[in-house]
């Protein structure tokens, strides 16, 4: 065996690194786009059940009232919209801007400020209005 060490450098570990606001959040947009794939997938179904008759569509409907399924809407809308506002997030940074530390941590606590307010304010107008 040769005793020649390998001059590549070695990959920093997660230890070193301080978690950080943008850290969670990139995180937390990768989460929630994996998670607007099931509950993309509860739309599909009641669209379907809508469009199969009367007796599809009242189960359908029945789940997504009861308390597991207003559950279930509330967090798809949460992850809608920090999906979105993160989004949103990116794109600023894809135009060279907000790229500094402290932007940057004070851009990623507004995404998730926004989007918590958001799905609460658009949840107490359904609660409200609907």
Do not use: C, N
């Not at 794109?91 to 500094?100: M, V």
Request: hydrophobic share 50%; glycine share 10%.
């Amino acid at each position: 065996m040769s005793e020649i060490k390998s001059a590549r450098p070695l990959s920093p570990h997660l230890t070193i690194y301080r978690f950080r606001p943008t850290m969670a959040m990139s995180i937390v947009h990768r989460i929630t786009g994996m998670a607007l794939y099931f509950g993309t997938l509860l739309v599909v179904w009641w669209l379907v059940a809508a469009a199969s008759g009367p007796g599809a569509f009242a189960t359908a409907s029945w789940f997504l009232g009861s308390f597991i399924g207003q559950l279930i809407l509330f967090g798809y809308t949460w992850a809608l919209l920090h999906h979105m506002f993160g989004g949103i997030r990116h794109f600023i940074w894809d135009t060279g801007r907000g790229l500094e530390k402290e932007t940057s941590t004070k851009m990623s606590i507004a995404t998730l400020i926004a989007s918590l307010t958001g799905t609460l304010l658009l949840w107490l107008g359904i609660l409200i209005f609907g």
